[in-house]
């Protein structure tokens, strides 16, 4: 159980295109997701939190017209990058959370864009 | 903001030794430690979590340590096989439910 999906794993654009990442919990309800970044050989950095229902909170450097963020459904949250440009290159990650599990998060398999 | 420090940021065993990877924290609130595995181009995957109530977890081949007054804690892997060869992050997290990572330790198990 708490199987969390993205799509798609790869994406190649052309700089000044959108992309949109799907982030799907498969069997289970969830309120909150999260938006990671991450860059080669570096950690997860919080992009922003995602609440169903509600706005996207984001964190500190972070453009939020440039990474739209949409949690339409309880199992549903959508980043778009906006325009994107090859310093926007990165492994995108996001995570759910289960009711009743206060702090677990559980984690997609990624999404590596790459912006030509 | 909670600041978290993650050492060593590599370390090579061999197989059958153990393997312990250490992590501080800076705020006292907090009160949830999960590590995580990252294998290459996946999402991290959950192996093991302590609340901090506890003061050591263990499942099988690995345990959790947390020591909340010098606030660190530390995963263990014992009998280390080549397939735990990986990147091991800790995180913590606190009531705002956001996990604050560590840098990552790059795991390899020598056969």
């Known amino acids: 159980g708490a199987v969390v999906s993205q799509h798609p794993s790869r994406v190649i654009c052309k700089s000044g295109t959108s992309v949109k990442i799907e982030c799907r919990s498969l069997d289970f309800q969830a309120t909150t997701m999260f938006w990671y970044r991450q860059f080669p050989k570096q950690s997860l950095m919080l992009m922003a939190t995602s609440n169903e229902g509600s706005k996207a909170t984001y964190e500190q450097g972070v453009e939020k017209d440039k990474f739209l963020i949409n949690h339409a459904s309880l199992t549903l949250s959508t980043l778009t990058v906006t325009s994107a440009h090859p310093e926007d290159s990165s492994f995108y990650i996001c995570s759910a959370v289960l009711a009743g599990r206060y702090n677990e998060q559980f984690f997609g398999p990624g999404t590596r864009l790459t912006v030509l | 903001g909670e600041n978290v420090e993650q050492h060593p940021s590599t370390l090579s065993v061999q197989e059958g030794d153990s393997a312990v990877i250490k992590c501080t924290y800076s705020?006292?609130?907090?009160?949830?430690f999960p590590w995580y595995k990252q294998e290459l181009g996946k999402g991290p995957q959950l192996i093991i979590d302590i609340r901090s109530n506890v003061g050591e977890k263990k499942d099988q081949r690995i345990a959790v340590t947390l020591n909340k007054t010098a606030k660190h804690f530390s995963l263990h892997i014992t009998e280390t096989q080549p397939e735990d060869s990986a990147v091991y992050f800790c995180a913590v997290s606190g009531s705002a439910r956001q996990l604050t990572f560590g840098s990552g330790t790059q795991l390899t198990v020598l056969p």
């Open positions: 705020d006292s609130a907090s009160n949830y």
